[in-house]
């Protein structure tokens, strides 16, 4: 039977970081289930690098988040990948979501967010011109970045230590052993196993049914997961933005917000649905519903540029409430060498490589 030291699961942004820094001072092997790496929701989002001002004091996405941000911007300068610190502005568009806007900012500096400005009329003016706002935040630490470019990098970083990445394999059962674990793998049909010593579940969707495939493993510590689906739609034609434009959160996400990519198209989403499996469906008839969203700080859009583009589906661990990361090692399931990772959702891509220190630190406890 053949042996690896380390095996990671999933090989979306997160796992990617993971074994990637893994691979520093491990043997690791990187299985994937899809044709190739980050094909969920590591591709399916807005491609946001985020300040981490929206999470609870000292949980996990606001810890993760604002040091992972630093993480991330110091990579792509070293790595020479395509980013941008664009920054964005929160607004409130009428006098009532002042206070909303004003517990941002205090949250953000809770976080270690201290760089947030509020904008005077005429700073408004240019930071976010032909927006409807009463007041308007200025968080110059949000930026872009190219999200491929970054994952070609951690794979380039995890083969460059002798790490591999194997995909169109699937972790089909596993038996925890005396030391380590037993794994039972179907790859393009063909059915195999191996042994390893420690085992990351970063598999996202599929991680909470990895878990359940691990024999010995307390279901109880499992949680329930719920697929909440997003729409995005682009805007195609001239536009005012230069900067990122967000409106005050709503329920489940942080509302219909107006994002730009690297060559400066304009994009809208994601909105949220809760669905009941991983189904990337497009519904156009949601268009309806962002027109009045987007108007509410941009009544200029003209509807007849908004065309539907993609969907993506988070997975989330509530459908009600802010939810944090879960990651659990030994001291939460009372299995050595094993780390799980549920709900890793935004701000996911941000706290990547964050994520990943947070791992290898739970393998050492």
Sequence with gaps: MDYIDTLVVGAGCIGLAIAARLSEKHEVLLVETEKQFAMHTSSRNSEVIHAGIYY????????????????????????????????KVLVAVNA????????????ATLNGVEDLAFLSRQQLSHYAPDIKTHQGVLSPSTGIIDSHQFMLSL?????????????????????????????????Q???????????INAAGHGA????????????????????????????????????????????????????????????????TEFIDSLDYHLDETRQYAFVEAIR????????????PDYTGVRPKLSQSGF????IQSR?????????????????????????AEYVERALED
Excluded at 62 to 84: F, S
Excluded at 161 to 173: E, F, M, N, Y
Excluded at 323 to 326: A, C, E, P
């Design 208 to 271: 909470q049914p990895l878990a359940h495939s691990i024999m010995g493993l307390n279901a109880a510590t499992i949680p329930e997961q719920f697929f909440c689906r997003g729409v995005y739609f682009r805007y195609h034609g001239q536009h005012p933005f230069k900067h990122l434009i967000y409106p005050m959160p709503e329920a489940h996400g942080l509302g219909v917000h107006a994002t730009l990519d690297l060559n400066g198209q304009l994009k809208f989403g994601p909105d």
């Design 56 to 87: 609870p004091t000292d949980s996990l996405k606001a810890t993760l988040c604002v040091l992972g941000k630093a993480l991330l911007y110091e990579y792509c300068r070293r790595r020479k990948i395509p980013y941008a610190q664009l920054g």
């Design 155 to 187: 794979l380039a970083q995890l083969e460059q230590h002798q790490g591999s990445l194997v995909c169109q394999t699937q972790v089909t059962h596993i038996d925890v052993t005396n030391d380590g674990f037993i794994v039972t793998l179907n790859s």
């Design 331 to 355: 001291k939460d399931h009372a299995v050595p060498g094993l780390v799980n990772l549920y709900g890793i959702e935004s701000p996911g891509l941000t706290a990547s490589l964050a994520i």
């Design 96 to 107: 009532s979501e002042t206070s909303s806007l004003n517990a941002l900012v205090a949250q």
């Design 189 to 199: 049909s063909e059915t195999m196993q191996l042994r390893c010593r420690q085992l």
């Design 323 to 326: 939810q944090d990361f879960v």
């Design 296 to 307: 509410r700080y941009w009544p200029n859009l003209d509807a007849s540029k908004l065309l």
